[in-house]
């Protein structure tokens, strides 16, 4: 447990009753380094003196002159590494897009506080700070070239992993994910964010989805033989539905892996506006014909919207994380989360949410009848070969956790 007297805390907020209030709850909580501050221009006095620089700071938004919005745009440029609590009479919905600011600009933020500020409530946000760790400090990611992600696909360095859907009444486990990984023979696993985009970039997409897909539906035949009855999802981008002949190299995979096209879910998101839709409709129409299911990702972020439901005959509406995790918490992400169930519900299409991290994300999926869920509360992706393993624990933890006997076995 971190030492209170040990933590350097500024309290920054433009009424002088506001501050003592703080600094009365600081000291009776035990934390004795506070300074206190009316305005940004001194607080910032404080960040450039590095023998007094804050570890924490209590930031009102709503002040005069330098507004705390303003003053968090000042600390960016200074670098500060240490965390801050969100302070303002504002509604909820303008703290929590603060607070989504601040995330942005990769500061810590420990939570926001309504006015008038409870002791309990800041006393509780106060416990979950912690030191800056050295290796939580931000780093850069590598950048890939396009000969070595040619390379890597033409070596078999992509590697597949899965990460289970599970139905939400049943706990039974439905479905993988296929996440691909790239196994440098460097740098270890690189996560897709790091590699696809420089494929669509060069015109290797097709090369990679090939890759994927094929092993994908390998082990879908394996699964099945194994007397396992998973639909394995794809992810797919909209470089591949350029090109008409897709639809027959999706089927000549599926029909030569043996997987039947019921068994194969193409998840699709639209990274960016497509100039010329006749190809790319066309496409997934044609693999629907063909039954093969088709799902629409990150519903409600970029693309992913209800023109693409309008125009393209998905059949499953996956609602993105930023929905789903502490809906149960949030009015505004549950509004969010309401609208896209109901709103597949019309549509007669199966619903997938994705982000469940914690028992509280799961119960709402129950109450509300989403069909399934899919997140780090079931599990994260793994490789084909943890699978069994983990549905065994699976199984035991739905009997026993969620007294579901219905589990996949």
Request: aromatic fraction near 6%.
């Amino acid at each position: 447990m971190v030492k209170r007297s040990a933590v350097t805390i500024l309290a920054l907020d433009d009424e002088p009753f506001m501050l003592k209030l703080l600094a009365r709850m600081l000291t009776n909580m035990g934390f004795t380094s506070v300074t206190l501050c009316d305005n940004g221009h001194t607080a910032l006095d404080q960040i450039d003196d590095v023998n007094v620089r804050p570890n924490l700071i209590l930031l009102d938004l709503n002040m005069p002159g330098m507004d705390g919005i303003e003053f968090v745009r000042h600390l960016v440029e200074r670098h500060y590494s240490g965390s801050l609590i969100l302070i303002s009479g504002e509604d909820e919905r303008m703290l929590q897009a603060a607070e989504k600011l601040v995330q942005a600009h990769r500061i810590q933020v420990l939570g926001h506080l309504r006015k008038p500020v409870k002791p309990e409530v800041l006393s509780a946000l106060l416990e979950k700070w912690t030191p800056p760790a050295l290796d939580n400090l931000p780093v850069t990611k590598k950048v890939y070239g396009a000969d070595e992600v040619y390379a890597a696909i033409g070596s078999g360095q992509l590697v597949n992993y899965y990460q289970p859907k599970v139905a939400v009444a049943t706990a039974a486990v439905v479905g993988v994910e296929t996440l691909v990984r790239w196994r440098h023979p460097v740098d270890g696993i690189i996560l897709p964010d790091q590699f696809i985009g420089v494929a669509e970039a060069h015109g290797l997409i097709n090369d990679l989805t090939r890759t994927v897909l094929t092993s994908a539906l390998t082990q879908a035949k394996a699964w099945q033989e194994a007397g396992l009855a998973l639909r394995v999802a794809v992810n797919i981008s909209m470089d591949n539905l350029m090109s008409l002949d897709f639809v027959d190299f999706v089927t000549e995979l599926a029909t030569k892996a043996g997987v039947p096209p019921q068994g194969v879910v193409l998840e699709v998101t639209e990274s960016r506006l497509m100039q010329d839709t006749r190809a790319p409709l066309e496409i997934l129409t044609r693999l629907r014909l063909k039954r093969f299911h088709l799902s629409i990702d990150d519903f409600g972020t970029g693309h992913s919207s209800l023109a693409q439901l309008r125009d393209i005959p998905f059949d499953e509406l996956k609602i993105d994380q930023g929905f789903v995790h502490r809906a149960w918490n949030d009015e505004t992400l549950r509004a969010m989360y309401d609208a896209s169930l109901a709103l597949a519900r019309q549509l007669g299409m199966e619903v997938v949410a994705e982000g469940v991290e914690d028992r509280n994300d799961w119960d709402l999926l129950q109450r509300t009848g989403c069909d399934l869920a899919q997140g780090s509360f079931i599990s994260i992706p793994m490789p084909a070969a943890e699978f069994p393993i983990w549905l065994k624990g699976w199984q035991e933890r739905a009997r026993t956790e969620f007294a579901s006997p219905d589990v996949l076995s």
